[in-house]
């Protein structure tokens, strides 16, 4: 394990909140897409089922996504500015089948805000541990969205979102087949 439990979870949780945006597409348009996201991932909490929260949510997508693209200063900067906008409180709670893990902002905060905290503290774990590359852009051509590379051997090259992996298989096979052909 890379980082502690509930910093892995929070760090895939981030990306796939990214790629709702990922490919010029958008799977958070409405309160309810964002109710949906958020039992997904397990968030607890308050919500408000708002256009507000949708719209904050909405609002710290490119935010964290910047996060993927970062040098070491830039990230910092973000993550310091999350936390301060939070008013961040960090406290151990334990509760449905998860054991002691981080909650970063106060329980009542909009539900915007609890998600951006928490994945400051996720950040700040990545850096500390000087791993930030772990944070990589999809290798598919073409593919906009991120990934949270958690491998021992640093080796996942593709995004979750669809078929990247495999699409690009296949056009390296057919590419090497296409090539074969030519020397016959
Ligand atoms: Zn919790
Ligand atoms: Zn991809």
């Known amino acids: ?67 993927w693209i970062a040098s070491e200063d830039e990230a910092v900067e973000l993550v ?13 709670d334990k509760h449905d089948h998860w054991d002691y893990h981080l909650h970063a902002a106060t329980p009542d905060a909009p539900v915007g805000v609890r998600l ?25 051509q073409g593919c906009d969205a991120v990934l949270v590379d958690l491998s021992r051997n640093r080796s996942k090259r593709f995004c979750d979102t669809g078929n990247c992996a495999n699409r690009t298989h296949v056009a390296a096979y057919r590419a090497r087949k296409h090539a074969t052909a030519r020397s016959a």
Request: hydrophobic share 45%; proline share 4%; charged share 25%.
């Open 1 to 67: 394990m890379t980082f502690a439990y509930d910093t892995e979870a929070t760090l895939v949780d981030m990306a796939k909140l990214i790629n709702t945006a990922a490919n010029g597409g958008d799977q958070l348009s409405t309160p309810v897409h964002l109710d949906e996201f958020l039992d997904m991932i397990e968030f607890t909490g308050p919500r408000q089922h708002s256009e507000e929260d949708l719209a904050a949510v909405r609002n710290l997508r490119p935010r964290l996504r910047s996060a």
């Open 80 to 92: 310091n500015a999350i936390l301060r906008e939070a008013q961040a409180l960090p406290q151990l």
């Open 116 to 140: 951006a905290a928490e994945a400051a503290m996720a950040l700040v774990d990545v850096i500390r541990e000087k791993e930030l590359d772990r944070l990589q852009l999809c290798s598919a």
